[in-house]
Antibody
């Protein structure tokens, strides 16, 4: 069955960068687009961007342009999301999700806390 | 960026029917339709429907989605205690070249 497993909780200082991983299994990695969505404490869902694991092509929400980089490693079926210039506003759970027409399979989420 | 509009909360009695709404514009809901997700506290979201009323495997027929113009709706029949959750709509916005979400509706089953 499809599995999406994310890296663990991170605590970062303001101004730092964080790189979250998302390891997939149970399907052909290069067939489906992967998205990153975040959720601040007590808030709703916010789309960050998309990566095509087949060719590494990306698209980012305007809000994160210049600050986010999404990559993939086809040898380990893993996608990554790196966010720089962290502020307290970036404290959130970061999810990766596989798109099969909708956001069907989700990782468990990675809590990133930004605090001095 | 602009999002979709959902009522913050809806309350309905057990075994009754709830209809949740999601309003966008002609660039998102009115164009590509909407997807619906459910989220229980402390858990990742779960996809309920996409492209207006396609259901992933394992999703109950009690959940059905529809669209009229720029407004999408999710109807939940025979409400159960486990239906109490936050519900989000999402859609591709062709003018923003981005996915947008609604702010979420908290459904309370009385």
């Amino acid at each position: 069955q499809v599995q999406v497993v994310q890296s663990a909780t991170e605590v970062k200082k303001p101004g730092a960068s964080v790189k979250v991983s998302c390891k997939t299994s149970g399907y052909t990695f290069t067939t489906y687009l992967m998205h990153w969505v975040r959720q601040a404490p007590g808030q709703g869902l916010e789309w960050m961007g998309i990566i095509n694991p087949s060719d590494g092509g990306t698209g980012y929400a305007q809000k994160f342009q210049g600050r986010v980089t999404m990559t993939r490693d086809t040898s380990t079926n893993t996608v990554y999301m790196e966010l720089g210039g962290l502020t307290s506003e970036d404290t959130a759970i970061y999810y990766c999700t596989r798109e099969t027409g909708g956001f069907e399979d989700w990782g468990q989420g990675a809590l990133v806390t930004v605090s001095s | 960026q602009a999002g979709l509009t959902q009522p913050p909360s809806v309350s309905k009695d057990l075994r009754q029917t709830a209809t949740l709404t999601c309003t966008g514009n002609s660039n998102n809901v009115g164009n590509e339709g909407a997807a619906w997700l459910l989220q229980h506290q402390g858990h990742p979201p779960k996809l309920l429907s996409y492209r207006n009323n396609k259901r992933p495997s394992g999703i109950s027929e009690r959940f059905s989605a529809s669209r009229s113009g720029n407004t999408a709706s999710l109807t939940i029949t025979g409400l159960q205690p486990e239906d109490e959750a936050d519900y989000y709509c999402s859609a591709w916005d062709s003018s923003l070249s981005a996915w947008v979400f609604g702010g979420g509706t908290k459904l309370t089953v009385l």
